[in-house]
């Protein structure tokens, strides 16, 4: 009996050490938006965002402090903080959701993939899919992704006086390096 205890208890714990080794994390991840009108080219970009990927399930996170976005106008910014996406009352935006296919993480590879999930926008959450492209190698792992985003979809509303100013679809871009993530 005390065999099968001592067995169980190794066993967990190669689960929970295996499970730890399958989170990979990514700091400091660039993602930025372009705006492109006959009137004016709008954009910014933020260094600050997280995302963690769970290997073992596909999931994958990511997390923006909105007011991290820089603008080459410090009118911009303030505008894009205070009339558009409210950063104060929204303080983040945030996508939840998995990588559709197949992945073997332990194998250099560069694949396009689709990630589903539920994307948090200025208050919104709004279920999309969208593709990317991953790359392993070394043992890094890199995503890289372009997608575009309605502004109504997300009830951000552009007054009529600067509607030619500001697209009302808006192009994100960004690039995540992940690595293991390891408890301290």
């Given at each position: 009996?005390m065999?099968k205890?001592?067995?169980a208890?190794?066993?967990l714990s190669a ?8 989170v990979l994390l990514?700091?400091?991840?660039k ?11 709008i ?7 997280t ?8 999931s ?19 505008h894009?903080?205070?009339k558009y996406v409210?950063s104060?009352k929204?303080p ?9 296919e197949?992945?073997n993480?332990s ?5 396009t993939?689709t990630a ?6 200025h ?6 899919t ?11 792992v ?6 575009m ?11 009529k006086?600067?509607t ?10 960004g ?10």
């Open positions: 009996m065999k205890i001592l067995a208890i190794v066993l689960t929970q050490v295996s499970d730890a080794q399958s990514a700091t400091g991840g993602v930025s938006f372009f705006s492109e009108t006959p009137m004016e080219n954009d910014a970009t933020s260094q600050s965002a995302s963690v990927i769970t290997t073992s399930t596909n994958i996170q990511f997390t923006i402090p909105v007011r991290t976005f820089k603008f080459k106008k410090a009118l911009m910014e303030e894009f903080n205070e409210e104060e929204f983040k935006s945030l996508f939840k959701g998995k990588i559709n197949a992945i993480w194998r250099d590879t560069v694949a993939v589903t999930g539920v994307m948090d926008l208050g919104v959450n709004k279920m999309i969208e593709t990317g492209k991953l790359t392993i190698k070394n043992g890094v890199i995503l890289d992704f372009v997608f985003i309605a502004l109504r979809d997300y009830s951000i509303e552009v007054p006086v600067v030619q100013s500001i697209a009302e679809t808006i192009r994100v871009s690039s995540f390096t992940y690595k293991p993530y390891e408890k301290k």
